[in-house]
C-alpha cells in the first residue's frame, strides 16, 4: 500500500516533471516562469492531440481554449470610446480617442489583425486590447481591430478577404472623414498570422487599380510570410521552442489551407510543394536572403515535391500554395517597390524569424524603407505576454518599441 502510494508519487512527480522542463536557452529572461508558461500551452496542445485521436472534439476547437482564457468585454473608459460595428459585413472593434484633437486636425489610424494561426486569437483578448488602447491613446490615433473569421471553419481565402473587405471599407475617403482620419496617415499590422495578412493586404491594395487611399506604413510583428519551405533554419533550430513548436504552426498552414491531413503530413515532411509552387522556391530561398551568420550549420536544399499523394500530384490540387494572397514572400520584386515603409520585429528563438528577416532583406533590396528589429533573446508571442500572471518584461520593451516607431512614423 505504502509502496504502492510512493511509486504513484514519483511517476507523478517525474511525469510533471517532465511537462515542466523543456531545454529552454540560457539568453531567455525569466526562464524558469516561460517554462511554466509553456506548460500550459503543451498540456493543452496534448489535450487536443488525445481529443482528436479518441474523436472527443476537434484539434483546434480544443486549442480555442488558449482565446477563451483571455476574452473580455470590451469597455470605453477616460481616454478611449470602444464600440463594436460591422465594416461591408465583417466585425471590427473601434477604438476612437477621446482626447480633443482641434476642430480641423485630423487622427492617424490603424488597422490591427490578431495573430492565432488564422484558427485562434480575437480582438477580444486582453493583450490586444491593451495594445490598441495604447496605440489610440499614445498616438491619439482611431484603431481598427478586425474580428476576421477563423479556419478551419473558414478556410483561405475567407480570412483574407474579410480583412480585405475591412480596409477597403475603412479607406474610403467619406468613411475616413466620418472618424477624422487623415487620408495620408493610416498603418496596418498585426502579429503572427495577423502580420502576415497585414502583409497581403498591403501588397493587394497596391495592385488595386480602383483604390485610391493607401496606406502609409506597414508594422509586421514576427510575421508568418510563406507556405513553401517548412525547413528554414529557424523552423530547424528552433522546432520545439515554446508557445509555437514547428507541429503547431505546421498544423495552422495546413489547416488554413484545408482539413485535409494528408496535405498536413506532407507539410511536416516538407515535401507538400506541387509544380506550381515550385517555380517560386526562388523567392523564399534562404540561402540567398538569409544572412550568413542566421545560416547556422544548416546547408540549403530545395523542398522537395509531393510524390503521389493522393490530391497532390496536380498543380491544381492545393493552388493557395502559390498565392501570394497566403504567402506573401511569392511575390517578384517589382512587386516590393512601391511597397510602404515596414517596421519588422523577429525574435531568435522563433521558428518564424527566417520569414521575417527574409522579407526585410528583399524589401530592402527593392528599395523600401525598413526598420528591423531583432530580439536576440526573444520568443513567439513575446509581444502579448503582457498581462499578470503571465507577464515577461520583453512584452513591455518589444511593446514600447513598436510604439514608438508608430509615433514616429505614422
Ligand atoms: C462613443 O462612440 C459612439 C459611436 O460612435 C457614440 O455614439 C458615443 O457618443 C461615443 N461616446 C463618447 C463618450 O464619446
Ligand atoms: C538557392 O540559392 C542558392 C545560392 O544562391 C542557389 O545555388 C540555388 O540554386 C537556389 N535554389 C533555388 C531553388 O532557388
Ligand atoms: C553542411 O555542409 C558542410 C560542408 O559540406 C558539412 O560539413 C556539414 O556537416 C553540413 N551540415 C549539415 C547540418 O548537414
Not at 515532411?269 to 545560416?295: C, G, I
Request: charge should be negative.
Amino acid at each position: 500500500m505504502r509502496l504502492g502510494s510512493i511509486i504513484l508519487f514519483v511517476a507523478l512527480c517525474s511525469l510533471s516533471a517532465y511537462y515542466v522542463y523543456e531545454p529552454i536557452p540560457e539568453d531567455i529572461e525569466q526562464r524558469w516562469k516561460l517554462m511554466l508558461t509553456n506548460t500550459l500551452f503543451r498540456s493543452l496542445i496534448h489535450l487536443a492531440d488525445f481529443s482528436e485521436l479518441v474523436g472527443l472534439k476537434d484539434y483546434m476547437g480544443v486549442m480555442y481554449a488558449v482565446t477563451l482564457l483571455e476574452i473580455i468585454a470590451p469597455v470605453s473608459d477616460e481616454h478611449v470610446n470602444v464600440t463594436v460595428d460591422s465594416f461591408d459585413g465583417v466585425e471590427v472593434l473601434l477604438y476612437q480617442p477621446k482626447q480633443q484633437s482641434g476642430n480641423t486636425e485630423l487622427r492617424r489610424a490603424l488597422i490591427y489583425l490578431h495573430g492565432g494561426g488564422w484558427c485562434l486569437g480575437s480582438s477580444y483578448m486582453s493583450p490586444y486590447d491593451l495594445v490598441a488602447r495604447r496605440l489610440a491613446t499614445e498616438l491619439n490615433a482611431v484603431v481598427l481591430s478586425v474580428e476576421y473569421r477563423l479556419a478551419p471553419a473558414h478556410h483561405f481565402p475567407v480570412p483574407y478577404e474579410d480583412v480585405y473587405r475591412v480596409v477597403k471599407y475603412f479607406l474610403q475617403v467619406g468613411v475616413l472623414a466620418q472618424y477624422s482620419v487623415d487620408p495620408g496617415r493610416i498603418a496596418v499590422s498585426g502579429d503572427s498570422a495577423g502580420g502576415n495578412l497585414a502583409a497581403a493586404v498591403t501588397q493587394q491594395l497596391l495592385k488595386d487599380p480602383t483604390q485610391k487611399v493607401q496606406l502609409k506604413a506597414q508594422a509586421l510583428i514576427y510575421p508568418v510570410l510563406q507556405a513553401l519551405d517548412l525547413k528554414t533554419p529557424s523552423y530547424q533550430q528552433n522546432q520545439d521552442m515554446p508557445i509555437l513548436p514547428r507541429t503547431l504552426m505546421v498544423r495552422f498552414w495546413s489547416e488554413y489551407f484545408t482539413s485535409d491531413r494528408a496535405f498536413f503530413r506532407a507539410m511536416m515532411e516538407n515535401t507538400h510543394n506541387n509544380p506550381e509552387s515550385s517555380t517560386l522556391l526562388k523567392f523564399v530561398n534562404w540561402s540567398s536572403f538569409l544572412p550568413e551568420t542566421y545560416h547556422g550549420s544548416y546547408n540549403y536544399s530545395a523542398p522537395a515535391m509531393a510524390q503521389g499523394q493522393a490530391g497532390m500530384e496536380s498543380g491544381g490540387a492545393f493552388p493557395s500554395l502559390a498565392d501570394p494572397r497566403a504567402s506573401p514572400l511569392l511575390v517578384p520584386d517589382a512587386a516590393l517597390r512601391s511597397l510602404p515603409k515596414a517596421y519588422i520585429i523577429t525574435c531568435e528563438y522563433d521558428v518564424l524569424r527566417d520569414d521575417g528577416l527574409m522579407y526585410a532583406t528583399r524589401l530592402r533590396a527593392a528599395g523600401v524603407e525598413v526598420t528591423h528589429e531583432h530580439y536576440d533573446a526573444g520568443f513567439h508571442g513575446a509581444l502579448m505576454f503582457t498581462m499578470w500572471p503571465m507577464d515577461f518584461l520583453i512584452a513591455d520593451r518589444m511593446l514600447d518599441n513598436y510604439v514608438k516607431w508608430l509615433k514616429e512614423n505614422l
